[in-house]
């Protein structure tokens, strides 16, 4: 039997530049032609798309993460922990939730506990919320 896949992490949604965010594009809209050379490539960071750091949505969160691990079992997810569990909750919260700066997150018998920690220019903030496993999906269970 093979190992149940993960799916790519979805595209974040996007809520445009804030005021702040547009001052830091125009700038760097300046620097970039400045270091840029024919055998080099600047690149920066997408700082518009996913959640502001003060405006998390962790139901939406929540919900993406139960579609990935739709079907899994605590067993599952903690064999698979350090290899792929753990890496593609980074991967995802990265992409989702702007400035985060800390991910706290452990497999838990319902499922699994997510801790983050953001900060804006007005503050930090910390978010926790579990992800339930859905018993209904796992091998070997009836609905």
Same mark, same amino acid.
Request: charged share 25%; glycine share 6%.
């Given at each position: 039997?093979?190992?149940?896949?993960?799916?790519?992490?979805?595209?974040?949604? +996007?809520?445009?530049?804030?005021?702040?965010?547009?001052?830091?594009?125009?700038? /760097?809209?300046? *620097?970039?032609?400045?270091?840029?050379?024919? !055998?080099?490539?600047?690149?920066?960071?997408?700082?518009?798309?996913?959640?502001?750091?003060? &405006?998390?949505? *962790?139901?939406? *969160?929540?919900?993406?993460? !139960?579609?990935?691990? &739709?079907?899994? @079992? +605590?067993?599952?997810?903690?064999?698979?922990?350090?290899?792929?569990?753990?890496?593609?909750?980074?991967?995802?919260?990265? &992409?989702?939730?702007?400035?985060? @700066?800390?991910?706290?997150?452990?497999? /838990?018998? +319902?499922? /699994?506990? /997510?801790?983050?920690?953001?900060?804006?220019? *007005?503050?930090?903030?910390?978010?926790?919320? !579990?992800?339930?496993?859905?018993?209904?999906?796992?091998?070997?269970? @009836?609905?």
């Amino acid at each position: 039997m093979s190992a149940r896949e993960l799916p790519s992490v979805p595209d974040p949604p +996007s809520f445009g530049p804030d005021p702040r965010q547009e001052t830091f594009y125009s700038v /760097i809209g300046r *620097l970039v032609p400045a270091l840029s050379h024919p !055998e080099t490539k600047v690149r920066v960071a997408a700082t518009s798309t996913g959640f502001p750091a003060s &405006a998390v949505d *962790l139901g939406r *969160l929540q919900t993406e993460l !139960e579609r990935a691990f &739709a079907g899994w @079992s +605590s067993k599952e997810i903690r064999s698979r922990w350090r290899s792929d569990v753990f890496p593609w909750i980074s991967q995802f919260t990265r &992409a989702w939730v702007q400035r985060r @700066s800390i991910l706290r997150a452990k497999p /838990i018998l +319902s499922g /699994i506990r /997510i801790g983050l920690d953001t900060k804006d220019d *007005l503050g930090y903030y910390r978010y926790v919320f !579990e992800v339930p496993l859905n018993e209904r999906y796992q091998r070997g269970s @009836s609905a």
